[in-house]
């Protein structure tokens, strides 16, 4: 089974509210798990299904009465998606002692409709590729956390009827495009083969409003963090991809979040190298 170790690298994780009755830092803050993942690797060293992480950091900003609702519904649940780096955990005159880690989120999502998230969880934007003869694939799909699984898929099909179906517009928005949990079918008619997506849930940015006038700070040890937070600082762990960004700019997005504006060479360069 695949072990994930990507601590201070951004990663996907599925992460649930820790209920627990105990002091701090032992107790409080939230499990995570990695999507795609069965095991990881926790600060302790230990290889588990999921790791306690003391200290969630959300991004900054404020959600409305809605979208806070469906943050605390999610991580209950433990179905809240989220994109971030762990990190150690930052002592404070609350906790002088702190141990663990912290986990530092630049995006989130909850899920929106369907059923139960089985199968794989991807992340799909339209295909980009220029095809000389038809059919021309019309999506290209990535294995979250899983470089190299870049997949062109002919068509996706939800399959419920309760999935919105807005799943389209979330597509268009290459940064991030539609996350989404589902199984890939290959179908075949009049002597060619097509490769479905089939969805079964789909997820749903939370979309925080700045206070004020904040800005977007780049951090991180080879400056590979763009968040509202100043002077992040990561484990230095250089990554080929991390060259990429060169030419992306760090500001607000659609989801009210800092991240990352990733021009056309910048997704040709990712691509190149296989990530998603």
């Not at 969805?199 to 780049?218: A, D, F």
């Not at 963090?225 to 100043?230: F, M, Y």
Request: proline share 8%.
């Amino acid at each position: 089974a695949a072990v994930d170790s990507t601590a201070g690298v951004p990663t996907y994780y599925l992460a649930r509210l820790d209920t627990r009755e105990c002091p701090s830092p032992r107790c409080g803050g939230v499990f995570i798990r990695p999507a795609n993942r069965s095991f990881m690797k926790c600060a302790d060293g230990a290889v588990r299904p999921e790791c306690h992480v003391p200290q969630l950091r959300l991004p900054s900003g404020q959600l409305d009465a809605t979208q806070q609702a469906r943050l605390d519904a999610a991580l209950a649940a433990g179905t809240l998606l989220v994109r971030g780096q762990r990190l150690p955990q930052e002592v404070s005159l609350q906790t002088p002692k702190a141990g663990g880690e912290q986990l530092l989120v630049g995006q989130a999502w909850y899920p929106e409709d369907g059923g139960a998230a089985a199968g794989v969880l991807y992340r799909v934007r339209p295909s980009a590729l220029q095809c000389v003869t038809a059919p021309c694939p019309r999506y290209r799909a990535n294995v979250l956390n899983t470089p190299y699984s870049t997949v062109y898929v002919d068509a996706i099909t939800p399959a419920s009827p309760t999935i919105s179906k807005r799943w389209h517009e979330r597509i268009a928005d290459r940064s991030p495009g539609l996350l989404a949990a589902g199984n890939l079918n290959t179908v075949r008619t009049s002597g060619s083969a097509r490769l479905l997506l089939s969805i079964n849930r789909s997820y749903t940015p939370l979309i925080w409003q700045p206070s004020g006038k904040e800005s977007c700070y780049v951090g991180g040890c080879s400056g590979e963090v763009c968040s509202a937070t100043p002077g992040v600082v990561t484990t230095c762990i250089y990554r080929p991809d991390f060259a990429c960004y060169s030419n992306a700019r760090c500001e607000r997005q659609t989801t009210g979040l800092c991240g990352w504006t990733r021009p056309d060479d910048m997704e040709r360069c990712l691509e190149r190298l296989g990530e998603p």
